[in-house]
């Protein structure tokens, strides 16, 4: 817990709030919904036909090299910056919050980069980038190189996750062949 990242906390809960805000949630909602009735058998088998799936350890394997070094991305600044370039919170929380921000509104046009070249694509080619950012982080000293490659790791960051959102639903369907 920091002092310094609660309003970040606060605006991200009111944001949540505002945006649930309109979304509908009836009870008919829920009484449509109706499990699949299946066997125990049935259901290991399917487990188990898909946890040996090449699209399913693919999956995995991605989860745990690419996104896992993301998702922590944010503590390893936040003690870069604090431990490191020896900057105080609010440098740090400014820095991370505009290039964030930057990245966000990008956004649109890494949605369109992934529904034009897809995911597997756009995953391979974006490891450069975000590989630079990283490493540049590393080795960053002025704070106008750490914000540069934070923006940079920051973006790929936000753009992993935008190509990373069809994953987990592809690994879960068959692949049917093209018919011809």
């Known amino acids: 817990f920091s002092p310094v990242r609660m309003p ?3 605006g991200e809960t009111l944001f949540v709030i505002r945006a649930r805000r309109g979304l509908p949630e009836t009870p008919e909602m829920y009484k449509r919904i109706r499990p699949p009735q299946a066997s125990l058998n049935a259901t290991w088998r399917t487990v188990w036909k898909r946890l040996r799936s090449r699209p399913f350890i693919t999956a995995v394997l991605f989860n745990i090299v690419a996104m896992g070094a993301l998702k922590y991305y944010s503590a390893a600044y936040l003690y870069y910056m604090d431990h490191v370039m020896r900057s105080d919170g609010g440098t740090a929380t400014l820095v991370n919050f505009v290039t964030h921000l930057i990245a966000l ?37 002025p704070l106008w190189q750490l914000s540069l490659f934070s923006g940079i790791s920051a973006f790929w960051t936000v753009f992993f996750a935008t190509a990373h959102a069809p994953l987990p639903e592809l690994t879960t369907h068959e692949v049917q062949p093209p018919a011809t």
Request: net charge positive; glycine share 12%; proline share 5%.
């Open 8 to 10: 970040g906390l606060v």
């Open 105 to 141: 509104a990008l956004m649109p046009l890494m949605n369109y980069a992934v529904k034009r070249y897809g995911t597997k694509t756009n995953v391979f080619f974006g490891m450069i980038p975000a590989v630079i950012g990283y490493v540049g982080i590393t080795f960053a000293r």
